[in-house]
């Protein structure tokens, strides 16, 4: 039964993503990319995989659909359509995608027990996590522990994302401080429509306390740094879009945030750096505390909260960079 | 007294489940888009209710009830705050209601 | 009994992307995407169900939280003035 809800969602998944590629109004094609992030988010979940599809639903339905439309406000809406050179693209893609197939055609049925990556460190994994690290949640024993070097990977390209955005856009230099300023930003905020707001206020403080839940959760269920940090996000987001940009760059202001950037990155560093000054190898946490299992968990604790730091305030910058220039 | 539960629980979910599907219909027939915002938005609410209630029921009293019950709260909060934000909208930009009954196409 | 409401919802699922692929204007789209999002909660609170693994709720929760945000921004950067032109034409086709 599982499987017919797959294949309808992946059924769905293929007309959308058909519909955003013929799309040439941009805004309708944004409007479908919220809607197939939706879909891979139901897909993950069914696949049961849930780590994946809650940073997918934090991250891609909601947080990159606000990025685009901030985008969308800089750039004609229209798709300009290019007539040149098509049969070259279009031969070069049917070649890949052969070529893909093909590669295809050797790999294990999905989910057999016999295959490389269910026989080589995923039994290890499962078997020496309760004795090592001892968390339930196996996939954050892997991202924070395991393979903390990969994650340190990931850290620091989502931090080359908020550094070429802040390359490319800038951020301005601190809230407007006159009023001409702050008229010709380019989104007009809801304030002036009463329901929003109070709902708005209301629900804010919830959703900074469910970003934490998830942050200090995520050893015991689907959670952890880069899901908190978007929530986090989506939360400062809600506020500028009601109170407007000028509040929200009070708030948080552009020096704070590209402390938080830096601050989150270094703080995984860091920890690295301790773990190599206290004798072990460069984030090996055991040797963080006195018995080795307390160790691992404070390492996973303290990167994770550098991850949440650092990608928070990666995707504000980003947000801030679109919505507050004056063009 | 298990068997009460679940047959209680079987009503709400095929009641929400109804009210769901009819809400679908209801965005696609529907002619225009305050018509559809009313399919969409009032069905939606009520759907949401009757479903995550059944599936309170056969949850118990544990923290998954609790959870549900943060969901319905919240969207209960944020569902008609959504519909009024995209009304107010559409009214903003000039689209006009139909006053007017017209023939069915 | 998940099941029925699990088909129910993923019917509709369907309806409001056949919307928000035929909609005229732009907020017909917003309006598919919307009842999209929350569908989806509501099927991530079955399914987690259906699965037996009620800590999944915690999605459900995520997702309503950033299907508001999303639909307020959409509505916001919309309201900036980029889609006017494309509302307007529709509403003189509206009028009586």
Known sequence: MLLLFGIFLLTLLVITAVAIVRATDLFVAVMLMGIFSLLMAANFFILDAADVALTEAAIGAGISTVLLLGALALVPNRERVQHTGRWAALAVVSVTTLIIVYATLDKPRLGDPNAPV???VAPWYLEFTPEFIDIPNVVTAVLGAYRAYDTFGEVIVVLTAGIGVLFLLGLPNGPPHTAEDSSRTRTQNLGHHLIPQ??????????????????FHGEYGPGGG?????IFAAAVILYALIEGE???????????????????ALLYGATGLVTMLLGGNFLDYSVLADDAVAGQQWGIIIIELGVGVCVAGVL???YHAFAARND | MALLLDVVSWILLSAGGAFVFIGGVGILRMPTIYTRMHAASVTDTMGTLLILLGIMLQAGLTLATVKLAAI???????????SYALANAALLSGVRPELTTREPD | MFYVATVAILITMALAVIRALLGPTVYDRVLAVNMFGTKTVLLLA???????????????LTYALINFIGVLAVLSFCQSGDHEPEAKDQSKKAQP
Request: hydrophobic letters at 60%; zero cysteines.
């Open chain 1, 118 to 120: 269910h026989t080589h």
């Open chain 1, 198 to 215: 109070v709902v708005g206020r209301l629900i804010i403080p919830f959703i900074v306390l469910f970003a934490l839940y998830v942050q």
């Open chain 1, 226 to 230: 880069f899901q908190a940090g978007a």
């Open chain 1, 246 to 264: 000028d509040a929200a760059l009070k708030i948080l202001s552009p020096s704070l945030l590209k402390a938080l950037m830096a601050g989150g």
């Open chain 1, 316 to 318: 504000l910058t980003i």
């Open chain 2, 72 to 82: 319905v709260v919240f969207l209960l909060l944020t569902g008609p705050t959504a």
């Open chain 3, 46 to 60: 079955v399914i987690a169900f259906l699965y037996g693994r009620p800590d999944f709720l915690d999605l459900a």
